[in-house]
C-alpha cells in the first residue's frame, strides 16, 4: 500500500508548482499604461486652469495592485487578472483635456467596458488605439468635445454593443450596432439610406441634430428596432408605413406629418412620444389602441375637443402629457381614477372643478395644469397625495389653499400664481422639503414669509400685500417680491439673506432709505432689481465686490431646470419667470436663461452722489440701468472692462464731461 503524503510534501508541492503560476496582481503592462494616464491627466493641472477631482485617483499607486484600485475592475476569475472596466466618467470638473490622453487606456487590450463620458475632453477620437480592443462590449464617449468623424477603428470592434457619442461635435457615417445614441452632435444632412443595413439595431437615438429630408422607409427593415428617438431635428414628410414592421417598437418619437390610427397597433409599443414636433392629430379619426402604453406624449400635436376617452383604457399609463393643445371640457373623473404618475395638462382650455379624487392617489408626483380655465376651491384632499410637483398658475381657483397641502411630505415645486386665491398661505414646517415655491399675484394674507420650511430655494411673491422676514431661509437662490406696495426703509435682513442668493427683485415698491454697503456680501447675486422704488443716498462704493456679476457663468443649468432633471422624467417644463425692464420695455426673462442676463437696475429712484469706479470689476453684467436718478460727475474709465454689456442706460441724471472712448462699442447708452 502506497504511503500518504505527508503534510510537508504537499506544502512542499503546492508552493512550487501552484504560487508561481498565480498572479496576485493585474499584469504589470496594463498597471504602467493607467499610471501614465493618470500623470497625463494630473499635468493639466500644473499646465491649465483645468480643475479635476483627483479623489478616486490617489488609490493609484505605483507598484500596487491595480485590480484594488478605484475605478477598476479585474477578472478575479481569470489566473491573470486583466482589466476589464474603467469607469472614468466625470473626472475633470472644469476646463478642457486634450483627446491624445486616452492613448495610455486604450492599450489595455483586455477592456470590456469603457466609460470617458463628461470629462471636458477636446479633439478628435484617438483611431489608433481601438483596434487593440478587440473584447470591448460598452463604449461611452458622451458630453464631452469630441469633434471629426466617427473612427472606422471603432467598427471593427465586433463585440462592441454599446456606444454612446451624444453630446459631442462628431460628424460622419453610421455602422452596425445594437445600441447607437448620437443625441445632441452635428449631423445634418439626411438619414442615410444604408441605415436598413443595421439590421440588429435595437435602440437608435439620433435626437437634436441637423437632420432633414424625409424618413427613408428602410427604418422599417430594423426589425429588432425597440426604441427610436428622432426629435428635435427638421424632417418632413409623414410617417413611412414600413414603421408598421417594427413589431418590437417600444418607445417612439421624434416624427413628421399626421399622426396615423394604426401607430396605436404595434402591439409591443409602450412609450409613445410625439410632443414637440409637427404631428398633426386627426380629430375625425377613430383610435382603437392595442398597445399597453405606459408613457404618452401628445404634446403641441392640435388636439381639440374633450380629453380623448380612449384613455380610459390605458390602464398602465404612468405619464401623459397633453399640453398645449386645444382641449376643452372639464377634468374628466376616470383619468383622476387611472392613479398616473404625472399628468401634464398645461396650455389648453379645460375648464370647471378639480375632481376630489384626483388627490386621493399616492402614485401622482407630478402634475400640471397651468393656464387654463380651471376654477372652484382646490380640493381639501390634496394634502392626501405624494405630489413632488403641482403648477395651477394661471387658473381662476379662489378661496383658501388647504391647510392639508403642508402635509405633501415630499412636495418640492408649488406654483399657484396668477389665481384668485386668498386667506391665510398655510405654514410649513421647517423640515419641509418645499424648494420652489411662486404664490405671487393673489390675495394672500398675513405674514407669509413665515409659511416656508428651510429649505426653501426659490421663492415668488410679488403683487401682494407682504410682510415678514426671510432670514431663516438659509438655501435661498431666489427672491422676487416686485409689485408688493413694501414701504418703509431699505430692508435690514437682505444682507442677512444666504450668501448662495443669485436672483433679488424688489422692483417697484415703495422702499426708502440707503442701499447698505452690507449688500456686498450677497456675493452669489446675478440678478438686483431695484427699480421704481425711492431709495435715496449715494450708491455703496463696494457694489463691484458682487462677485456673482465678476464671473462669467460656467453652467447653462438654471436653478429650475437642473433641479426638475433630477426628480421627474420631464423633458420640458416650464420655469419660474422674471420681469425685468430690457431695452426700455418690460421683458420677461425665462428660468431657464437666468445664466445669460447679469443685471443691475437702480432705476427710477433718488440716488444721488457719483458713480463708483468699482462698477467697473463686473465683468459679466449684461444690463446696467441708473436711470431716472440725482447721479452727478462723470462715467467712469474703468466701464470699458464691462466687456459683456449690452445696455447701458444713465439717462435722466446731472452726468457732465465726454463719453469714455472705451464704450464706443456700446449697444445702448
Given at each position: 500500500m502506497q504511503k500518504p503524503i505527508s503534510l510537508s510534501c504537499f506544502l512542499f508541492f503546492f508552493f512550487v508548482y501552484f504560487i508561481p503560476r498565480q498572479s496576485f496582481s493585474c499584469p504589470k503592462d496594463q498597471r504602467e499604461f493607467l499610471l501614465e494616464f493618470k500623470k497625463l491627466l494630473t499635468h493639466n493641472i500644473k499646465n491649465h486652469s483645468t480643475q479635476i477631482a483627483l479623489g478616486e485617483l490617489k488609490t493609484w499607486r505605483p507598484n500596487s495592485d491595480c485590480c484594488k484600485w478605484k475605478l477598476v475592475r479585474c477578472n478575479t476569475r481569470s489566473p491573470s487578472k486583466e482589466v476589464t472596466d474603467l469607469n472614468l466618467n466625470g473626472l475633470v470638473l472644469s476646463g478642457s483635456v486634450c483627446s491624445t490622453l486616452l492613448r495610455p487606456v486604450l492599450r489595455v487590450s483586455s477592456l470590456m467596458r469603457l466609460d470617458v463620458s463628461s470629462n471636458f475632453?477636446?479633439?478628435?477620437?484617438?483611431?489608433?488605439g481601438f483596434g487593440n480592443l478587440t473584447r470591448l462590449i460598452s463604449l461611452d464617449m458622451g458630453g464631452n468635445s469630441f469633434n471629426g468623424t466617427i473612427r472606422p477603428e471603432l467598427f471593427s470592434i465586433k463585440t462592441l454593443q454599446h456606444l454612446d457619442l451624444s453630446m459631442n461635435a462628431i460628424g460622419g457615417t453610421l455602422t452596425e450596432l445594437r445600441k447607437l445614441s448620437l443625441k445632441q452632435n452635428e449631423f445634418s444632412g439626411s438619414i442615410p439610406l444604408s441605415i436598413s443595413q443595421l439590421t440588429k439595431?435595437?435602440?437608435?437615438?439620433?435626437?437634436?441634430?441637423?437632420?432633414?429630408?424625409?424618413?427613408?422607409?428602410?427604418?422599417?427593415?430594423?426589425?429588432?428596432?425597440?426604441?427610436?428617438?428622432?426629435?428635435?431635428?427638421?424632417?418632413?414628410g409623414g410617417i413611412p408605413s414600413s414603421i408598421q414592421n417594427l413589431t418590437n417598437l417600444e418607445n417612439n418619437s421624434g416624427l413628421s406629418g399626421?399622426?396615423?390610427?394604426?401607430?396605436?397597433?404595434?402591439?409591443?409599443?409602450?412609450?409613445?412620444?410625439?410632443?414637440?414636433?409637427?404631428?398633426?392629430?386627426?380629430?375625425?379619426?377613430?383610435?382603437?389602441?392595442?398597445?399597453?402604453?405606459?408613457?404618452?406624449s401628445l404634446s403641441s400635436c392640435g388636439l381639440e375637443g374633450k380629453i380623448p376617452d380612449w384613455l380610459k383604457n390605458q390602464t398602465d399609463l404612468s405619464f401623459l402629457d397633453l399640453s398645449l393643445n386645444r382641449l376643452e371640457g372639464s377634468f374628466p373623473k376616470w383619468l383622476a381614477d387611472l392613479k398616473m404618475g404625472n399628468i401634464i395638462l398645461s396650455d389648453n382650455r379645460l375648464s370647471g372643478s378639480l375632481p376630489p379624487s384626483?388627490?386621493?392617489?399616492?402614485?401622482?408626483?407630478v402634475l400640471a395644469l397651468s393656464r387654463n380655465n380651471f376654477s372652484g376651491h382646490i380640493p381639501n384632499t390634496v394634502g392626501e397625495t405624494s405630489l413632488m410637483i403641482l403648477k395651477l398658475s394661471e387658473n381662476n381657483f379662489s378661496g383658501?389653499?388647504?391647510?392639508?397641502?403642508?402635509?405633501i411630505y415630499r412636495l418640492l415645486w408649488l406654483d399657484m400664481?396668477?389665481?384668485?386665491?386668498?386667506?391665510?398661505?398655510?405654514?410649513?414646517?421647517?423640515?419641509?422639503?418645499?424648494?420652489?415655491?411662486?404664490?405671487?399675484?393673489?390675495e394672500f394674507s398675513g405674514d407669509v414669509a413665515a409659511s416656508f420650511g428651510l429649505n426653501t430655494v426659490s421663492l415668488t411673491m410679488s403683487r401682494k400685500n407682504f410682510s415678514g422676514e426671510f432670514t431663516k431661509l438659509s438655501f435661498l437662490k431666489h427672491l422676487d417680491l416686485h409689485d408688493n406696495k413694501i414701504a418703509g426703509m431699505f430692508p435690514r435682513f437682505i444682507s442677512r439673506l444666504s450668501q448662495s442668493l443669485e436672483v433679488l427683485s424688489l422692483r417697484n415698491n415703495s422702499l426708502k432709505g440707503s442701499i447698505t454697503e452690507d449688500i456686498?456680501?450677497?456675493?452669489?447675486?446675478?440678478?438686483?432689481?431695484?427699480?421704481?422704488n425711492s431709495l435715496d443716498g449715494t450708491l455703496p462704493s463696494n457694489l463691484g465686490n458682487l462677485t456673482g456679476m465678476v464671473e462669467s457663468p460656467t453652467s447653462s443649468s438654471s436653478i429650475v431646470s437642473s433641479f426638475i432633471s433630477e426628480i421627474t422624467d420631464l423633458s420640458e417644463t416650464e420655469s419660474q419667470d422674471l420681469e425685468v425692464i430690457w431695452k426700455r420695455v418690460k421683458q420677461v426673462i425665462s428660468n431657464r436663461n437666468f445664466y445669460l442676463y447679469t443685471v443691475l437696475d437702480l432705476s427710477k429712484n433718488k440716488l444721488r452722489g457719483e458713480i463708483p469706479t468699482s462698477l467697473g470689476n463686473l465683468k459679466s453684467l449684461k444690463l446696467l440701468n441708473l436711470s431716472h436718478n440725482d447721479i452727478y460727475g462723470s462715467i467712469p474709465q474703468s466701464f470699458g472692462g464691462l466687456e459683456k454689456l449690452e445696455i447701458l442706460d444713465v439717462s435722466y441724471n446731472n452726468l457732465s464731461g465726454k463719453i469714455p472712448q472705451t464704450?464706443?462699442?456700446?449697444?445702448?447708452i
Amino acid at each position: 500500500m502506497q504511503k500518504p503524503i505527508s503534510l510537508s510534501c504537499f506544502l512542499f508541492f503546492f508552493f512550487v508548482y501552484f504560487i508561481p503560476r498565480q498572479s496576485f496582481s493585474c499584469p504589470k503592462d496594463q498597471r504602467e499604461f493607467l499610471l501614465e494616464f493618470k500623470k497625463l491627466l494630473t499635468h493639466n493641472i500644473k499646465n491649465h486652469s483645468t480643475q479635476i477631482a483627483l479623489g478616486e485617483l490617489k488609490t493609484w499607486r505605483p507598484n500596487s495592485d491595480c485590480c484594488k484600485w478605484k475605478l477598476v475592475r479585474c477578472n478575479t476569475r481569470s489566473p491573470s487578472k486583466e482589466v476589464t472596466d474603467l469607469n472614468l466618467n466625470g473626472l475633470v470638473l472644469s476646463g478642457s483635456v486634450c483627446s491624445t490622453l486616452l492613448r495610455p487606456v486604450l492599450r489595455v487590450s483586455s477592456l470590456m467596458r469603457l466609460d470617458v463620458s463628461s470629462n471636458f475632453i477636446q479633439g478628435e477620437i484617438p483611431g489608433d488605439g481601438f483596434g487593440n480592443l478587440t473584447r470591448l462590449i460598452s463604449l461611452d464617449m458622451g458630453g464631452n468635445s469630441f469633434n471629426g468623424t466617427i473612427r472606422p477603428e471603432l467598427f471593427s470592434i465586433k463585440t462592441l454593443q454599446h456606444l454612446d457619442l451624444s453630446m459631442n461635435a462628431i460628424g460622419g457615417t453610421l455602422t452596425e450596432l445594437r445600441k447607437l445614441s448620437l443625441k445632441q452632435n452635428e449631423f445634418s444632412g439626411s438619414i442615410p439610406l444604408s441605415i436598413s443595413q443595421l439590421t440588429k439595431l435595437e435602440t437608435f437615438n439620433i435626437q437634436m441634430n441637423f437632420m432633414s429630408f424625409k424618413i427613408p422607409d428602410g427604418i422599417g427593415s430594423l426589425v429588432n428596432l425597440s426604441t427610436l428617438s428622432m426629435s428635435r431635428n427638421n424632417f418632413s414628410g409623414g410617417i413611412p408605413s414600413s414603421i408598421q414592421n417594427l413589431t418590437n417598437l417600444e418607445n417612439n418619437s421624434g416624427l413628421s406629418g399626421e399622426i396615423p390610427t394604426w401607430l396605436f397597433r404595434l402591439q409591443k409599443l409602450r412609450k409613445l412620444r410625439l410632443g414637440g414636433n409637427k404631428l398633426q392629430w386627426n380629430n375625425n379619426g377613430s383610435i382603437f389602441p392595442q398597445s399597453k402604453l405606459t408613457h404618452l406624449s401628445l404634446s403641441s400635436c392640435g388636439l381639440e375637443g374633450k380629453i380623448p376617452d380612449w384613455l380610459k383604457n390605458q390602464t398602465d399609463l404612468s405619464f401623459l402629457d397633453l399640453s398645449l393643445n386645444r382641449l376643452e371640457g372639464s377634468f374628466p373623473k376616470w383619468l383622476a381614477d387611472l392613479k398616473m404618475g404625472n399628468i401634464i395638462l398645461s396650455d389648453n382650455r379645460l375648464s370647471g372643478s378639480l375632481p376630489p379624487s384626483l388627490f386621493q392617489s399616492l402614485r401622482l408626483f407630478v402634475l400640471a395644469l397651468s393656464r387654463n380655465n380651471f376654477s372652484g376651491h382646490i380640493p381639501n384632499t390634496v394634502g392626501e397625495t405624494s405630489l413632488m410637483i403641482l403648477k395651477l398658475s394661471e387658473n381662476n381657483f379662489s378661496g383658501s389653499v388647504p391647510k392639508s397641502i403642508a402635509n405633501i411630505y415630499r412636495l418640492l415645486w408649488l406654483d399657484m400664481s396668477k389665481n384668485k386665491l386668498s386667506g391665510e398661505f398655510p405654514r410649513f414646517s421647517q423640515d419641509s422639503l418645499l424648494a420652489l415655491l411662486d404664490i405671487s399675484s393673489n390675495e394672500f394674507s398675513g405674514d407669509v414669509a413665515a409659511s416656508f420650511g428651510l429649505n426653501t430655494v426659490s421663492l415668488t411673491m410679488s403683487r401682494k400685500n407682504f410682510s415678514g422676514e426671510f432670514t431663516k431661509l438659509s438655501f435661498l437662490k431666489h427672491l422676487d417680491l416686485h409689485d408688493n406696495k413694501i414701504a418703509g426703509m431699505f430692508p435690514r435682513f437682505i444682507s442677512r439673506l444666504s450668501q448662495s442668493l443669485e436672483v433679488l427683485s424688489l422692483r417697484n415698491n415703495s422702499l426708502k432709505g440707503s442701499i447698505t454697503e452690507d449688500i456686498s456680501t450677497l456675493t452669489s447675486l446675478k440678478v438686483l432689481d431695484l427699480f421704481e422704488n425711492s431709495l435715496d443716498g449715494t450708491l455703496p462704493s463696494n457694489l463691484g465686490n458682487l462677485t456673482g456679476m465678476v464671473e462669467s457663468p460656467t453652467s447653462s443649468s438654471s436653478i429650475v431646470s437642473s433641479f426638475i432633471s433630477e426628480i421627474t422624467d420631464l423633458s420640458e417644463t416650464e420655469s419660474q419667470d422674471l420681469e425685468v425692464i430690457w431695452k426700455r420695455v418690460k421683458q420677461v426673462i425665462s428660468n431657464r436663461n437666468f445664466y445669460l442676463y447679469t443685471v443691475l437696475d437702480l432705476s427710477k429712484n433718488k440716488l444721488r452722489g457719483e458713480i463708483p469706479t468699482s462698477l467697473g470689476n463686473l465683468k459679466s453684467l449684461k444690463l446696467l440701468n441708473l436711470s431716472h436718478n440725482d447721479i452727478y460727475g462723470s462715467i467712469p474709465q474703468s466701464f470699458g472692462g464691462l466687456e459683456k454689456l449690452e445696455i447701458l442706460d444713465v439717462s435722466y441724471n446731472n452726468l457732465s464731461g465726454k463719453i469714455p472712448q472705451t464704450l464706443s462699442w456700446m449697444f445702448w447708452i
